[in-house]
């Protein structure tokens, strides 16, 4: 069956260190792979789009990479600062279903001072 | 703010009831979409619009009816619905639903069924 797969519920860092974010995927073919961040009580906000024939892709202190052998797409935020709190889904855009997103579960950061 | 408008923010409503949710968006945007989320849990596609088609039905119940009028507004028509239809629904729009686009989102309706 079809998995998407982020590395962990929950994940706690300190201010100004790298956050790491993992999503992995089974038994997909996906043309390209969307992270989005989704603060509580508000809708999905877009942050990053990467295409499987591109490798990383950065905006700002945000950085994704994509690796169609691994199955595997990392995310990480550098510098973090506590604003950077929420959750973060990553999801996969399917060529044979209209490209309509399929999401991963999240990860819910937390930044601390 | 967000650029996708739903309204209302929150609605409670009794199993025999009939309500519609309301989403608009002002982007020139062709493709919207209907996405359902519980607590905790990711958004799951209910329905994608395609320059005003209905392109995808991810076998939903027929209590819950997309309508999409013109390009700009989608609407969900809902009747007869259970409790376990109580979530935040969503709805998000892209340039055209082809090709690989952002989606934007709404901020949601909270739906309460009693």
């Known amino acids: 069956s079809q998995k998407i797969e982020q590395n962990s519920e929950a994940l706690n860092i300190q201010e100004g260190k790298t956050a790491t974010l993992t999503c992995n995927y089974t038994?997909?073919?996906?043309?390209?792979l969307q992270w989005y961040r989704q603060d509580p009580g508000r809708g999905p906000v877009f942050l990053l789009l990467?295409?499987?024939?591109?490798k990383e892709k950065r905006k700002e202190r945000l950085k994704v990479t994509f690796d169609t052998t691994l199955k595997q797409s990392l995310f990480h935020i550098t510098a973090s600062q506590p604003a950077d709190s929420a959750t973060y889904l990553c999801?996969?855009?399917?060529?044979?279903?209209?490209?309509?997103?399929?999401f991963g579960k999240g990860t819910s950061l937390l930044v601390t001072p | 703010d967000t650029e996708v408008t739903q309204t209302p923010k929150h609605l409670v409503m009794g199993m025999t009831n009939k309500k519609s949710l309301k989403c608009e968006q002002h982007?020139?945007?062709?493709?919207m979409y209907w996405y359902k989320q519980k607590a905790k849990k990711p958004p799951e596609l209910m329905f994608v619009?395609?320059?005003?088609?209905?392109?995808i039905n991810e076998s939903v119940p027929s209590r819950f009816s997309p309508e999409c009028p013109n390009s700009s507004l989608l609407n969900l028509h809902l009747h007869a619905l259970q409790p376990e239809d109580s979530a935040l629904y969503l709805c998000?729009?892209?340039?055209?639903?082809?090709?690989?686009?952002?989606?934007?989102f709404g901020d949601g309706t909270r739906l309460s069924i009693l």
């Open positions: 619009y395609s320059y005003e088609k209905l392109s």
């Open positions: 982007m020139g945007h062709r493709a």
């Open positions: 999801a996969l855009g399917l060529l044979n279903s209209g490209y309509a997103l399929n």
């Open positions: 038994n997909y073919s996906p043309a390209y």
């Open positions: 990467i295409r499987e024939n591109e």
């Open positions: 998000a729009s892209s340039l055209t639903g082809v090709g690989n686009q952002p989606q934007h």
